[in-house]
């Protein structure tokens, strides 16, 4: 296979860079299976999104709600998750290089782990038990990126950032239908109300039915050759990624987004609840509408990236992000918005602000397909696993941004993390707009 990367040289002319592009050559075994796989990596994101979206837009508001905790304690306990999801995204990389063609099993032990981890901050008797829990929370969803990115990556070289945008879409889907299932099972919508701990305990066997079903998916799917051969070899293909201006500006760029979002999603439950007085089940459902127009914009935006180049539309998009969660802080809430859908109640706290958070969806997921697909043009096809960790490992570099949000909330009000959010994302928007990065061409 030919991959299509960008050929530098320097003109007589001024000396400046000039691009040529060679063209993309499928060979029948790389498109041969690559539906089927596209369909399962789809499938066990969206899984993987519903336990997280539920978590952190339900859950852990919950737990927050019900034990009194301390803005910047429960801070603390979405950075834990943090902390380990960014170490562990490392490592996947490393096994989703060397294990190219055992994708499968580790998507498997990626959902089977979630589950158990859920199960066990669902038993944790007090706070601290609780935050050794989440070190574990964050292990198992961070074993699915790199080699599912990376196989999709593998088996479509012409069209990168348009698949890696669909296992995107898969992830807006789950954080879609994540909040509503989780926010109707404690709030009593289906008969009985569960608690928290118990939504918890419960959610282990359904995830461990579906790392089960995702591993015979994904058997028989014809897959690359291993990349790297040893821990050795992946470091040094990791540190020779590090050393390109390009890849160090958007791992960067990539942890100051994810601060700012980070952020803002672990305080927007909060202040819904506490500041509005939302049920748990409507804050479900608004979140839940958040998403709902990633699962359209992420296609559309990876559709753009490919033709337009990764920069021209990174850049205006994370600005509009960083502004969009700023104007979150100051939109009205003074005049609710409220109707009824079948047997619920339906509070916005405002027209605009229901306008502004629905607008930020267009962005809060999209456009992390778009970074991992500009960082796979700057690493010229190499190490897709390896790049794909870097992208999501750079999250780690803002893994204490809830906690540190948490901090400003408790001398300020909940709205406050989304200042501080917006200002950490509209830096990354600046910093891009600098950035040189290779523009690949796409049919």
Request: glycine share 10%.
């Amino acid at each position: 296979m030919c991959y299509d990367c960008l050929r530098r040289f320097s003109c007589s002319c001024g000396g400046r860079l000039v691009a040529q592009a060679s063209v993309i050559e499928v060979t029948d075994e790389i498109r041969n299976g690559r539906g089927r796989l596209a369909v399962t990596v789809v499938l066990g994101h969206a899984i993987k999104h519903i336990y997280n979206s539920g978590l952190r837009s339900v859950l852990l508001t919950a737990i927050k709600d019900d034990t009194g905790i301390t803005a910047a304690q429960y801070g603390l306990l979405s950075t834990s998750g943090q902390v380990t999801s960014g170490a562990t995204t490392m490592v996947a990389g490393y096994l989703g290089d060397r294990f190219a063609n055992r994708s499968g099993i580790m998507l498997m032990v990626s959902l089977g782990m979630m589950g158990i981890s859920y199960f066990l901050l669902g038993i944790a008797p007090n706070y601290w038990l609780m935050l050794a829990a989440m070190l574990l929370v964050g292990i198992g969803p961070s074993l699915y990126h790199s080699p599912a990115i990376a196989s999709l990556s593998r088996k479509f070289p012409d069209k990168r950032s348009y698949a890696i945008s669909w296992h995107g879409t898969g992830g807006s889907v789950g954080e879609f239908v994540g909040p509503i299932l989780t926010g109707a099972l404690i709030s009593g919508t289906y008969l009985v109300a569960f608690e928290w701990r118990d939504a918890l305990q419960i959610s282990a066997g359904p995830a461990l039915l579906f790392a089960l079903l995702i591993y015979l998916m994904m058997r028989g799917i014809p897959t690359a050759s291993v990349e790297t051969e040893s821990l050795r070899d992946y470091f040094s293909k990791l540190f020779a990624l590090l050393r390109r201006r390009g890849m160090q500006m958007l791992v960067i760029t990539t942890a100051l987004r994810s601060m700012g979002q980070g952020a803002m999603m672990a305080f927007l439950p909060v202040y819904l609840r506490e500041d509005q007085g939302i049920s748990f089940v409507v804050i479900g459902l608004f979140l839940s509408s958040i998403q709902f127009v990633g699962i359209f914009a992420q296609p559309l935006m990876g559709y753009l990236a490919d033709r337009l180049g990764h920069k021209a539309v990174l850049v205006p998009a994370t600005a509009a992000l960083g502004l969009l969660m700023i104007a979150l802080k100051f939109a009205p809430t003074d005049d609710p918005l409220s109707f009824n859908l079948v047997l619920l109640e339906i509070a916005v706290p405002g027209i605009l602000f229901g306008i502004i958070a629905l607008a930020m969806g267009a962005f809060l997921y999209a456009l992390h397909a778009i970074y991992i697909g500009a960082a796979m043009d700057v690493a010229e096809g190499e190490a897709q696993s390896t790049v794909v960790s870097l992208i999501y490992g750079a999250s780690l570099l803002g893994a204490f941004s809830p906690f540190i949000a948490g901090v400003i909330v408790d001398f300020g009000s909940n709205s406050d993390a989304f200042v501080y959010g917006g200002i950490a994302v509209l830096l990354a928007a600046a910093l891009l707009a600098l950035t040189r990065l290779p523009r690949v061409m796409r049919g």
